[in-house]
């Protein structure tokens, strides 16, 4: 995807992530890391104002570039992402509810007043019951109706707790445990690589077999973002863990659990425990270490402890044979703790990963202990949303094709769509110039890469299919009960799809989304309505100014087709290398002078961007803007496009692009992005600029600037 970090954040259990992004930070939950959406943090910011306002000023729109946001005392060529969004930066401020701002929150911001809208339609409706129209109103409302919420109080957890206080043996452990697995993570699309749920199950095509589902299994059971937050040595993640403790023994308390600071120390010294177990962030991108396809018998040999018979009998796949495991050493290590740690710990983890992810459909103190951790500490922001924001980002994440439906309709014109795709024909186009083009990839392999190309799925504002919510059941008065029963539900509706063909045309976004993915098992990329608007996409804009921004976005997801994750999948979706190993040779090469580029760039003391973390991302930028540059240059026949407002074709290009990124976003959130997340932060995506040669002709860059890099040094590699 373009940008990263997650989503919903309506804490892990409710939302479950599936409706898809308009990133809220309701509660809790721990990181979910977006990988591939193009954004990074920016996107968490999402969500927002709507009607209430924003601090952020946006300029009028000008169809083009926006000439107010630059900041003309800072020299292209020293920092592209401050000349061009300095003086942006410089008048806005990060409301107090928000871990950032920034174009992917303000096109949010445009995104959730339209649904809201929808929302309140169909409130108004008086839609018959079992409809969408009806459902969207009814969890909209249970979830606003707090006085409901605090008359209820504990009760709803009541029947979830005594089945804990229940588990005597192993086996009830096992059995608690399975009943618990969701399909809440997603490992190649959205890039969700966290569960506080024991493991994560996502149902998708096989490696080997793309034609069919099949279920792999994640490293989980944290609820904190990653392992790092419980293992990091650093100063901060030091402080983040001292305010854990209270929190946890807090949450423990609320859940009505006696001697609450002792169970909260075992709570945190068995997650430290997992988080020991688990692989990181860069190894779980990598695909050759994902490839391991385990039979039933494989469990209790090559990850003895958990009554694994039990766990999936639980999990309602006591049938199913063959999983995917895509953590195996984390499989492992958690199943020997499952053993070895006391039930009574695990009983006390259970309840508190029950309270914490439900946290934002229980009374308000539930709620805001949450926040007071997650929200706070963990990102810096001060204040929780307004509850409407809150309730349209639950509206979206556990209906978000029924609202995805109305809002395609009403806000995605037939035009509209209809000049995307030329823009993404133009685009592919240029791929396959440039690929034509290309010295070090070897005949075969160029082949390949042309026939991906050729069967690409490329999906524009909206799904050709919509999900089906008849056997999702939402009550007006129920709002811990529509959260439980949507995760359930939709575990249950992927779990259903294991061994069933694959629907290649299948999205993974919703149309309100502000974002776009690439999806490798369908060979396939989302573009979705809420994203192609201004500034990104404005049927009124200049050329230069549409392919720099929009341009560079279309192309970004078709270089994931290629990169070192796309290598690894064939024009028909299958775990196939299609690579000879010169072409890998010189692909590294390159990969390793661009991972260099990025360590380098330090935005903490201390603290450096991850080269290898964010390489794909990176990569994916780089190509995204040379093919957008092609398709720009060859949408005016090869010359350069108008001057406008003083600035050249090409210089609107590039400031178009570098506006993409403008962005604001507090410190915490930034810490969390550095560690957690797939894409680089804001700023240095700008400067990717840096590699273009094109842009030091357009803005004369001269040598001894801060981002001159000599022709050498410039890393091309499609
Ligand atoms: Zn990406």
Redesign the pocket.
């Known amino acids: 995807?373009?940008s990263g970090l997650p989503a919903i954040v309506f804490s892990k259990g409710p939302s479950q992530d599936h409706g898809e992004s308009l990133m809220i930070f309701v509660s809790s939950n721990a990181g979910r890391v977006k990988?591939?959406?193009?954004a990074g943090c920016v996107l968490l910011a999402a969500v927002a104002a709507a009607q209430t306002a924003t601090a952020v000023k946006n300029p009028p729109a000008t169809h083009g570039i926006a000439v107010a946001n630059i900041d003309r005392s800072v020299k292209p060529g020293d920092n592209f992402y401050l000349y061009a969004n300095g003086a942006w930066i410089a008048r806005t401020e990060i409301p107090a509810d928000r871990a950032g701002v920034g174009v992917f929150s303000l096109l949010a911001d445009r995104s959730n007043k339209n649904v809201a809208a929808i929302i309140t339609e169909a409130a108004k409706s008086q839609a018959p019951a079992g409809s969408s129209k009806r459902k969207i109103a009814d969890l909209y409302n249970a979830f606003m109706d707090e006085q409901a919420i605090e008359a209820r109080g504990m009760k709803a957890l009541e029947p979830h707790l005594a089945e804990i206080a229940a588990i005597h043996d192993r086996h009830d452990l096992a059995v608690a445990l399975g009943k618990t697995l969701r399909a809440d993570v997603d490992l190649l699309n959205n890039g969700v690589f966290s569960t506080s749920n024991l493991f994560g199950a996502w149902i998708a095509p096989g490696f080997s077999d793309s034609d069919h589902y099949i279920p792999y299994l994640l490293q989980g059971g944290l609820e904190m973002p990653s392992a790092s937050y419980y293992l990091d040595d650093s100063a901060h993640m030091k402080d983040v863990r001292a305010k854990y403790a209270p929190h946890v023994e807090a949450m423990l308390r609320l859940a009505g659990l006696d001697d609450p600071a002792a169970r909260a120390e075992r709570v945190i010294a068995l997650e430290h425990a997992l988080a020991e177990t688990h692989i990181s962030l860069a190894d779980i991108e990598d695909i050759a270490k994902a490839n391991n396809l385990w039979t039933r018998a494989d469990f209790p040999a090559k990850a003895p402890g958990l009554d694994w018979d039990a766990y999936f009998e639980a999990a309602g796949l006591g049938g199913q044979q063959q999983f995917m495991v895509w953590t195996p050493t984390a499989l492992t290590g958690e199943s020997a703790l499952v053993a070895s740690t006391p039930i009574d710990t695990w009983k006390d983890w259970l309840a508190f990963h029950l309270i914490e992810n439900y946290a934002s459909v229980l009374p308000r103190a539930v709620a805001q202990e949450n926040f007071s951790f997650f929200g706070k500490v963990l990102t810096g922001v001060s204040e929780q949303r307004p509850r409407w924001q809150l309730g349209v980002g639950l509206v979206n994440a556990n209906l978000g094709d029924a609202v995805g439906q109305i809002y395609a309709q009403k806000y995605f014109s037939p035009e509209a769509k209809a000049q995307a795709q030329a823009m993404v024909a133009n685009l592919i186009a240029a791929y396959h110039k440039r690929l034509d083009a290309l010295t070090w990839l070897a005949p075969s392999t160029r082949a390949e890469a042309q026939a991906k190309l050729n069967t690409l799925y490329v999906g524009i504002g909206y799904p050709e299919t919509w999900k089906d919510y008849s056997a999702y059941e939402v009550r007006p008065d129920d709002a811990f009960g529509n959260s439980w029963r949507a995760s359930l539900w939709y575990y249950h509706t992927q779990i259903a799809r294991i061994g069933k063909p694959v629907d290649r045309h299948e999205w993974c976004m919703t149309p309100q989304t502000v974002n776009a993915v690439?999806l490798p098992l369908q060979n396939a990329l989302n573009f979705p309505a809420a994203i192609l608007q201004p500034p990104f996409f404005d049927p009124k804009a200049p050329a230069a100014v549409n392919y720099g921004a929009i341009g560079s976005v279309i192309g970004?997801?078709i270089s994931?087709t290629f990169d070192a994750e796309g290598s690894a999948f064939d024009s028909k979706g299958r775990v196939r290398n299609w690579w000879r190993p010169e072409d890998h040779a010189h692909f590294e090469q390159q990969a390793e002078k661009l991972e260099k580029q990025y360590d380098a760039y330090e935005p903490f003391a201390g603290l450096h961007v991850n080269g290898k973390q964010t390489i794909?991302?990176n990569i994916?930028d780089l190509g995204g803007i040379a093919a957008a540059y092609d398709g720009y240059r060859a949408s005016q026949h090869g010359a350069e496009g108008p001057t406008r407002d003083g600035f050249t074709g090409d210089q609107q290009f590039y400031i178009a692009f570098g506006q993409n990124w403008g962005s604001k976003a507090r410190e915490a959130m930034l810490r969390r992005q550095i560690l957690t997340d797939g894409h680089s932060p804001a700023q240095y995506r700008a400067d990717t600029v840096r590699n273009s040669d094109a842009w030091y002709k357009a803005f004369d860059v001269q040598p001894g600037q801060a981002l001159y890099l000599a022709p050498d040094d410039r890393v091309r590699i499609w």
Do not use: P, Q, R, W
């Open positions: 995807m373009i990988l591939c959406l193009f690439n970004h997801e994931h794909d991302e994916a």
